[in-house]
């Protein structure tokens, strides 16, 4: 069984940017790919972005092209989000996962993190 710890989140002005940080432990060598997904209040969890964790191809929502960057240090069994030019929208819970596929499924992942809070101000 894996283990995922976030951590990063916080308070930040619209425009901003944020580094989320995920460390995993346990099983990790099992995990073929590692995701970021979101939920805010009220609605439904979404993919943010993943990462195949062997080769480091990324993969994000078209909501954060362009702005956020998924990246991943084997050594240290951690996988970062870099979140740049942060809109309003952007504010909810983000949780890390591990899974058996680069997907936007969250039915892929297996193992959770308990989530980092993000908020933008206007």
């Known amino acids: 069984q894996v283990q995922l710890v976030e951590s990063g989140g916080g308070l930040v002005q619209a425009g901003g940017s944020l580094r989320l940080s995920c460390v995993a432990s346990g099983r990790v060598f099992g995990a073929y790919a590692m995701g970021w997904f979101r939920q805010a209040p009220g609605k439904e969890r979404e993919f943010v972005s993943a990462i195949r964790w062997s080769v480091g191809t990324p993969y994000y929502a078209d909501s954060v092209k362009g702005r956020f960057t998924v990246s991943r240090d084997i050594a240290k069994n951690t996988m970062f989000l870099q979140m740049n030019s942060l809109k309003v929208e952007d504010t909810a819970v983000y949780f890390c996962?591990?899974?058996?596929?680069?997907?936007?499924?969250?039915?892929?992942?297996?193992?959770w993190g308990q989530g980092t809070q993000v908020t933008v101000s206007s």
């Open positions: 996962a591990a899974g058996s596929a680069a997907t936007s499924n969250s039915g892929n992942y297996y193992g």
